[in-house]
């Protein structure tokens, strides 16, 4: 059994059962970060603001099964789709595996450790804001780079 490759390693991200696509799922919540598009330009900046549905401590959606209702903007991830998401965290697990990359060694699926996300600071808990806190006017306020989108 130790010999045995894990499944991120032996399937592809469409062979995934609901389980095990959701597991790959860190917990960072970046994704969850409010970005703005330049309509002009078509860059992407990112903004300290995170959803109104994340909980900040534990870096989770609170209605996550809800969370496309509630917030028509909030992506829900295919293997179909990644491809049209090249905003996604360069660590994104579910981004990781689509460009054929491993897994970080922090990535609670690798170390076995649900915490190693915050230990390796690779989650937002502390850094951000909640948009129940913030004027939608004062966005451009919160913008704290625009995301390298590479060659896609």
Not at 82 to 88: A, F, T, V
């Amino acid at each position: 059994m130790s010999g045995q490759q894990p499944f991120w390693k032996t399937k592809s991200l469409s062979e995934m059962n609901r389980a095990e696509w959701e597991s790959l799922c860190d917990g960072c919540a970046q994704c969850c970060l409010v970005k703005l598009e330049d309509e002009e330009s078509g860059v992407i900046y990112e903004t300290d603001v995170a959803c109104k549905l994340l909980d900040l401590g534990a870096c989770r959606c609170t209605r996550y099964a809800e969370r496309s209702r509630l917030v028509p903007n909030c992506v829900t991830l295919t293997p179909g789709n990644l491809s049209e998401l090249p905003w996604m965290p360069p660590t994104c697990a579910y981004r990781l595996l689509y460009e054929g990359k491993d897994l970080p060694d922090w990535h609670p699926l690798v170390s076995g450790d649900p915490e190693s996300v915050a230990k390796a600071g690779a989650w937002i808990a502390r850094d951000a804001v909640s948009e129940l806190d913030v004027d939608e006017e004062d966005l451009e306020d919160h913008v704290v780079g625009a995301l390298e989108l590479g060659d896609e």
